[in-house]
């Protein structure tokens, strides 16, 4: 009886740390996107700096929120790169990530219209983004999926008693954008 309680016990610690690794894998994923995006975003507010042609201010404070939300978001990043099971990393990121989107519509709504080269140069970039945009969500519902699987099995009974002791937590997932929601 105790042979087969040590081997069910190191079964379920087993299948725990499989679940998740494999919640860490999704979020590689999801690391890859966002760093494209942290280029865009910082490639974007480049070419602007360099146009030096900026003629409204609002158009100058949206510019000017790109390389920030790139940073934050590049910060957020490098941490949850190091723990992305942790909850309050994956919200940071998550904020990170809502606040780059919100800066990037509104710098493209700003910068069409200001000359046929800056809207051909942003047409092409925010076909870029909305490529970014869909290969982001198919990542982050992946790892949304693998975290939900992890925080499954670690939350039933008796597998909840391995995870306590070995001190597995339950992470947690992407919420959804409410940068979205925000587009006309």
Not at 5 to 30: E, Y
Not at 113 to 125: L, R
């Amino acid at each position: 009886m105790l042979a087969g309680l040590v081997f069910w016990v190191i079964g379920a610690f087993k299948r725990l740390k499989r679940l998740r690794a494999g919640s860490k894998q999704a979020f590689a994923a999801v690391e890859m996107q966002f760093m494209q995006a942290v280029d865009l975003l910082r490639n974007c507010a480049r070419v602007q700096e360099l146009k030096e042609r900026v003629s409204s201010v609002s158009l100058q404070h949206a510019h000017h929120a790109l390389l920030p939300s790139a940073d934050l978001l590049e910060a957020a990043l490098q941490q949850a790169k190091s723990h992305p099971l942790r909850p309050e990393v994956i919200a940071a990121l998550d904020s990170a990530w809502q606040g780059a989107q919100v800066a990037w519509q509104a710098y493209v709504q700003l910068a069409c219209g200001q000359d046929d080269a800056q809207d051909a140069h942003v047409q092409a970039q925010s076909q870029r983004w909305l490529q970014l945009m869909a290969l982001q969500t198919h990542s982050t519902a992946q790892f949304n999926r693998a975290v939900q699987d992890y925080n499954r099995a670690i939350a039933q009974f008796p597998a909840c008693v391995v995870a306590r002791l070995s001190g597995l937590k339950a992470g947690r997932t992407f919420q959804k954008d409410a940068a979205l929601l925000m587009q006309p």
